[in-house]
């Protein structure tokens, strides 16, 4: 079965006068359907959030979420060249679901072992 990623918001933080959210806690959850991994992280929010609290959803905050892993990666490749923030998406996107996706590999078929032989 191929391996399936689901990105969910834990919870966000906010200011309650505001409604200005400033954190998300967020889960990415990979799974074959027999093995299951996950990654958890927070992201803290800089700028102005013009979404009013009570009309976020969750694919909005996701997409905050993979937008603020994506600014973490160099914005110039090795030869200097621009990196669009599209790419760093999906390169951000693309690294966790590839870690989650060789812990799983791991779990299926065991390079590793800790233990006693008696």
Partial sequence: M???Y?????????ETATG???????SVIATDGTYTSNANG???LDGEITTPYSDLTE???IGWVQNALAAQL???DADGNPVTM??????AINQIE??????ISEQAAPTRATGKPW
């Fill in 74 to 76: 160099p914005a110039e």
């Fill in 42 to 44: 927070t992201v803290g």
């Fill in 86 to 91: 599209d790419a760093r998406r999906t390169d």
């Fill in 2 to 4: 191929a391996t399936t």
């Fill in 59 to 61: 694919e909005i905050c």
């Fill in 98 to 103: 590839s870690a989650l996706g060789a812990q």
């Fill in 20 to 26: 200005k959210v400033n954190v998300v806690h967020y």
């Fill in 6 to 14: 689901n990105w969910v918001v834990n919870t966000l933080d906010r």
